[in-house]
Nanobody, 121 residues
Framework: QVQLVESGGDLVQPGGSLRLSCAAS????????MRWYRQAPGKQRELVAA???????NYADSVKGRFTISRDNAKKTVLLQMNRLKPEATAVYYC???????????????WGQGTQVTVSS
């Protein structure tokens, strides 16, 4: 069974840094773009950053210049380095990807369970 497991969420002061990690486990044929989303209380889930297998990245305007997404294809992991954190970054952060279980399988969407990031003094 395929799972995405996030880690790294914590309580941090404004201006601080955190690094989130997401590891894909289980058996699958290929993994496509990997993304980080976040959902703050009372708000819709929003895309934070995405990275393709080739390393092309995309960021929400609100995090450009402060967050960096990266991936290790061999280790099936994606990281989100978050610097100069602001209180409005407080949210549950979710890892998301699309992958094929076998060479004949259609792409399927997978989500992690989420990790809490709280930015507060």
């Amino acid at each position: 069974q395929v799972q995405l497991v996030e880690s790294g969420g914590d309580l941090v002061q404004p201006g601080g840094s955190l690094r989130l990690s997401c590891a894909a486990s289980g058996s699958f044929f290929s993994i496509d773009v990997m993304r980080w989303y976040r959902q703050a209380p009372g708000k819709q889930r929003e895309l934070v950053a995405a990275i393709t297998t080739g390393g092309t990245t995309n960021y929400a305007d609100s995090v450009k210049g402060r967050f960096t997404i990266s991936r290790d294809n061999a280790k099936k992991t994606v990281l989100l380095q978050m610097n100069r954190l602001k209180p409005e970054a407080t949210a549950v952060y979710y890892c998301n990807t699309a992958l094929r279980r076998t060479s004949l399988s259609p792409m399927a969407d997978y989500w992690g369970q989420g990790t809490q990031v709280t930015v507060s003094s």
